[in-house]
């Protein structure tokens, strides 16, 4: 599901290493959208989020010459620095760690998603997104806690007022059934 | 327990990418992460679950203008000076990003070059022998073909690290470029990806630095230069 997905954004960061400024802002005007929608749903601040995606896009920059991309999609590689950055921000910010807006914790399952991303990700979308429709309410909140406020088994536990044991478990099949679903 | 039970290891890589293992486990699993290429093609399969998820399920946001115009300002700034400036010895990019950088720097660093792609073998046309200052022992010898697109590093008999560091090798050009070029092998031999960039990698010399796989820096060595030297003609 990684290779044929991003042909574009692979060439355009391979641009970007060589200093292709041009290249850069194109690269910027595909993925800022969506790389700024998963920074706001980190950090639940869009003020802090612009933060973010402005360190992210001048690291993405200066280290397109460190992407491999046989061993990452772009997609994953452009994530990954803006999930991060987000993190990070959210650590140093964190006095406590409070429920967010439950509504937002849809946020996956959310009708927004439906518009496709470039580069013609339909497919593998829609297979995601069937996969996640899969999981049980719980297994899938757990899951998004985790990954999106960077959190423990303990500390998701806390957030949820969850039995330790319990996250454990759902997070665990969650995993589990999301594996098996994609890779079918 | 055991890492050879195939659940345990699906298990692991998973809660790794995700961010769930903590603390012990988490160390004890990257020390085995650095040596299993098996182990590290799941965690990247995962980063790759996840991060589409994550992809997928964003909207697409409308992002304020300035953000594009200050990065711009950044880039425009800072890029073409400090980029070209040397940045050996200088402070790790990515230092203070924490665990949650660990699992694609390492795995990008350390995952073997995946066959199918893999360009048949050429002769090798460098090479670098790499032992610590001051040892006679010989540590590794890395050698590069097709211009530089193929390295492969092999132990020879590779100093005894302690637990949680591992041996980078990186390509120093004069002006002070720096790219990272992946982890050295504790035993046996590893392909190592040669990172995109205009640079002739034969024009750069090969250095080696001790890090910390819990913080392995891509950008600028973060950890004690333990060798530096010239690839040689073969």
């Given at each position: 599901m990684t290779n044929a997905r991003s042909p574009d954004l692979a060439q355009l960061l391979g641009q970007c290493a060589l200093g292709n400024r041009a290249a850069f802002e194109q690269l910027y005007r595909a993925t800022s959208p969506k790389l700024f929608a998963i920074a706001v749903r980190i950090l639940n601040s869009e003020a802090l989020a612009e933060e973010c995606l402005q360190d992210a896009y001048v690291k993405i920059w200066h280290r397109a010459g460190d992407y491999r991309p046989h061993l990452a999609s772009p997609v994953t590689w452009l994530v990954t620095i803006v999930r991060n950055g987000a993190l990070d921000t959210l650590r140093r910010n964190r006095r406590q760690v409070t429920l967010q807006d439950p509504a937002h914790l849809e946020f996956l399952m959310d009708e927004w998603n439906t518009a496709p991303g470039p580069d013609g990700l339909d497919n593998d979308s829609d297979r995601l997104r069937d996969c996640l429709g899969q999981l049980g309410d719980d297994q899938r909140r757990c899951l998004e806690i985790a990954y999106f406020q960077g959190l423990s088994h303990a500390e998701v536990a806390e957030l949820t007022r969850t039995p330790l044991g319990t996250v454990k478990t759902w997070i665990r099949r969650g995993l589990e059934q999301l594996r098996k679903c994609l890779d079918v | 327990m055991n890492y050879d039970n195939p659940e345990l290891r699906r298990r692991l890589a998973a809660e790794y990418a995700l961010g769930t293992l903590r603390g012990a486990a988490r160390r004890r699993f990257e020390r085995l992460l650095v040596r299993d290429p098996d182990l590290q093609a799941r965690v990247v399969a995962w980063e790759e679950r996840l991060a589409g998820m994550a992809w997928t399920a964003a909207p697409e946001a409308r992002v304020p203008e300035r953000i594009w115009t200050t990065v711009s300002g950044r880039v425009e700034t800072a890029g073409s000076t400090a980029r070209r400036r040397g940045l050996w010895n200088s402070l790790a990019f990515w230092r203070g990003t924490g665990f949650a950088a660990t699992a694609v720097a390492l795995a990008l660093l350390?995952?073997?070059?995946?066959p199918p792609t893999r360009a048949p073998d050429a002769m090798p046309e460098r090479v670098a022998m790499i032992a610590e200052s001051g040892s006679d022992a010989m540590g590794w010898v890395v050698t590069a073909s097709a211009g530089g697109q193929q390295i492969r590093a092999r132990a020879l008999s590779p100093p005894e690290m302690p637990e949680g560091e591992v041996c980078v090798l990186w390509l120093v050009w004069p002006d002070g470029t720096v790219r990272a070029v992946g982890v050295l092998p504790e035993y046996g031999e590893a392909t190592l990806a040669m990172p995109i960039t205009d640079r002739q990698p034969y024009q750069a010399q090969v250095a080696v630095t001790i890090e910390r796989v819990s913080d392995i820096p891509m950008d600028s060595p973060a950890g004690p230069n333990v060798y530096r030297g010239p690839w040689m003609e073969l």
């Open positions: - | 350390v995952l073997p070059v995946d």
